[in-house]
C-alpha cells in the first residue's frame, strides 16, 4: 500500500477521474504472489496422483499467468471522498463508492488465505442490495492499515459533513433572524408613516 506522502505521485498511473477537490489518500497495492499461492490450493485435488502431476504443472503454468494478469487490473485508490476500485480484464468493473455510505470494513483470513499469507477485505455500504459485500479486496498488501485508514478517513469525512451541515443551519438561522429583523423595522417604519399622516388629517379637519 503506498503512503500517503507518495500517493500523489502513484496516482497518474491509477486511471480515475477525481472530482473538483478530491484528493488522493492512499493506493492499495496486491500482493499477487500470495495471491496465486493461494489459488493454487484449488490445484491440490489433481495433483494426487503421479499421473496427474505433469498435467498439473502445465495448468499452474498458465495459471500463474493469467493471475499475474488478473491482478494487475486491480486497483483501489481512497481519497479525501471516495474509495474508487476497478477489477476486469475483459468485462471490466469500476465502482465508487462514496465513504459516507460506507458501513463496514470486514476483515476475512480463512485457514487457506493464512497459509498464504493474505487477508480479504469486504466493504459494506448502506442500501446495498442483499446480504453480503458489495466490493471485495483480495491480498491488499498490509491490509489492516489500509482498512485503518478508509475507517478513519470515513469518520473523517462524516465529522466534517456534520461540522459543515451545522454551520448551515446556523447561517440560516442567523439569516432568519436578520429577515425578522428587518421585517420588524419595516413594520414599525410603516407605522410611524401611517400615525403621521392620521395626524395630518386631524389637523386638517380642525
Known sequence: MSTPEDASATAPDIEIELARGERVIAVAEFDARSIIRYHYFGL???????????????????????????????????????????KGIWNKVEKTIPLEKITDLSSTEGLV????????LGIETAG?????????????????????????????SSDGRASDESDAA?????????????????????????????????????
Open 44 to 86: 491440490v485435488p489433481i495433483s494426487i496422483l503421479i499421473v496427474t502431476i505433469p498435467l498439473t504443472l502445465l495448468i499452474a503454468l498458465g495459471y500463474r499467468i493469467w493471475l499475474q494478469r488478473v491482478v494487475a487490473s486491480w486497483s483501489a485508490v481512497l481519497t479525501n471522498r471516495s474509495l474508487h476500485v476497478r
Open 128 to 156: 446495498q442490495s442483499g446480504p453480503g459485500a458489495l466490493v471485495s479486496l483480495l491480498g491488499v498488501v498490509d491490509s489492516d492499515s489500509f482498512r485503518g485508514l478508509v475507517l478513519d478517513q470515513r469518520d473523517h
Open 170 to 206: 446556523r447561517m440560516h438561522a442567523d439569516g432568519g433572524d436578520s429577515t425578522l429583523d428587518e421585517i420588524q423595522r419595516t413594520l414599525a417604519s410603516m407605522a410611524a408613516d401611517l400615525k403621521r399622516v392620521a395626524d395630518r388629517l386631524d389637523d386638517d379637519s380642525r
Open 113 to 120: 488465505m493464512r497459509w498464504a499469507g493474505i487477508k480479504n
